[in-house]
């Protein structure tokens, strides 16, 4: 089957890459290869790549930028979405699509199903909402949150170098969710393909954390690996001690049981990915 990834330089693209399956041909594209704020190049650009399944991880992300930036968030998780979903329509193909947690808007006080109602909070998780409102029935959507992987650009590789260079740091205690390694999600979302899902499903590690938790758990972990000299004193902050132009979801679990239960996995709990992520970061240098 002819697959094509979007965002093929993002660490999901990245991973999806790294694990597809045999019976994918795969193809994968990025900014540089076709900007998809650009409509008709994009539709070129699928004209020539003809395939038949499309993994969309590509997304403008930039969660504060988007706040002054939203016509060109929209073109990107919206306009170009939609673009690939009509020409799937033609071609009888698939779009599978990655969305967030910020679609949801964190007032809730257990897992988010997929079926919860949507009322997002920023210019980011609304442009991502419309991207969802763009598939049809047989396309797949994969919502996730706190996506981290190997190399990329994280919260995971920020809170080491900042370890690094300081003794003490704060990080945000009061916004709960769950790390989500982008190695798994890059398995399910293959898993899925392959089982020709269509709707909603969710994918993140199993646990509890608050950017804080996460943050600790970076520090021994790392230290452990010998990745820092030393352990940094972290101190729990609110929210409010840390404005952001953006409005984050104080609550973003995601209920995955449908997904599991779909795949047959066991839950993997998010340190035991994260001890993972960093033995693979360890070996980057």
Known sequence: ??????????????ALQRLAP?????????????????????????????????????????VDKAEDDEDTARAINAGAVA????????SGGKVVHVSTD???DGSSSSPYPPDAPRVPQSAYGRTKAEGEDALRAEDLLVRTAWVYEAGG???????IRL??????????????????????????????????????????????????????????????????ARLPLIRPITTSDYPTPAKRPAFSLLDCRATRAVLGQD?????????????????LG
């Open 1 to 14: 089957m002819r697959v094509l990834i979007t965002g093929a330089n993002g660490q999901l693209g990245g």
């Open 22 to 62: 045999s019976w994918a041909e795969v193809s994968a594209i990025d900014v540089d290869d076709c900007d998809l704020t650009d409509i008709p190049m994009l539709r070129a650009r699928l004209s020539v790549e003809a395939p038949e399944l499309i993994l969309n991880a590509a997304a403008y992300t930039a």
């Open 83 to 90: 673009a690939m979903v009509a020409a799937m329509a033609e």
């Open 102 to 104: 910020y679609v949801f």
């Open 153 to 159: 650009a994280n919260f995971v590789r920020t809170m």
């Open 163 to 228: 370890m690094k260079e300081r003794d003490q740091l704060g990080v945000v205690a009061d916004q709960i969710g769950s790390p989500t390694w982008a190695t798994g999600l890059a398995q399910t979302i293959w898993g899925l393909a392959e089982k020709q899902a269509t709707g909603i499903f969710h994918h993140s590690d199993a646990g509890v954390a608050s950017w804080y938790d996460f943050a600790v758990a970076i520090a021994e972990e790392a230290h452990a690996l010998g990745m820092l």
């Open 267 to 283: 839950p993997v709990h998010w340190r035991t990915n994260l001890r993972l992520m960093l033995k693979e970061e360890a070996k």
